[in-house]
């Protein structure tokens, strides 16, 4: 026998007794505030996530859009030695260098690549907090990359206006027999790159 028989056969009639109809509303008012709290739990933790990710996007954008940046990825060669690419990069110093200069170094191989730029210094943090320079030399693991900001210290002060400067990159630990280096030239004050033919 259900419950309502019962409260039919007591006379309370169909719609059973005062105290049933009391504890149904008082459940169907506990299930809407339960219903709207989870409801406000839910937006509020969609909209705290949401900024979480806003505030990591501009965060990281701010720190990366900082200076020019230049990629360079190592290829290994059949005769066992590497080379990075481009072979040959142009940096303007009047406008590539208004806001620093960045290096992003891939390694897509399996083997431990290091680049190495004759000339150049990178910026590193020093054991005090203070920034030090030292010669650019960067190891990139096997299928990683690396960010190096490189130092302004070179081309800092006077130089020659509309003059060229060259410097030789490579991987030290795989150079071949062939000379497998690139080399960036920087141009200063609205200098160009003349070519011979």
Known sequence: MSCRNRDQDRGQGSQGS??????????????????????????????VSVLIVGLTWMLSANQVARGSEFRFVVEDLPDHSAAWLP?????????????????????????????MVEGLYEQVAGEQGDVINKPLRVT???????????????????????????FRFFCPLHRGD???????????????????Q
Do not use: Y
């Not at 506990?30 to 219903?35: K, T, Y």
């Open 140 to 166: 990139v693991a096997p299928e990683d990359s690396v960010r190096t900001l490189v130092s302004p210290a070179p081309w800092e002060g006077s130089r020659e206006r509309g003059g060229v400067e060259e």
């Open 18 to 47: 005062l105290w049933g109809i009391t504890m149904r509303n008082q459940r169907s008012q506990a299930s809407r505030f339960v219903a709207v709290t989870k409801c406000r739990w839910r937006r509020g933790v969609s909209l």
């Open 178 to 196: 062939i000379d497998t280096g690139g080399t960036i030239r920087m141009v200063h004050h609205g200098g160009t790159i003349r070519t011979v």
């Open 87 to 115: 072979s040959e990069v142009v940096i303007h110093t009047d406008t590539d260098l208004r806001d620093g200069l960045i290096f992003l170094l891939v390694n897509p191989t399996v083997r431990t690549h290091v680049f």
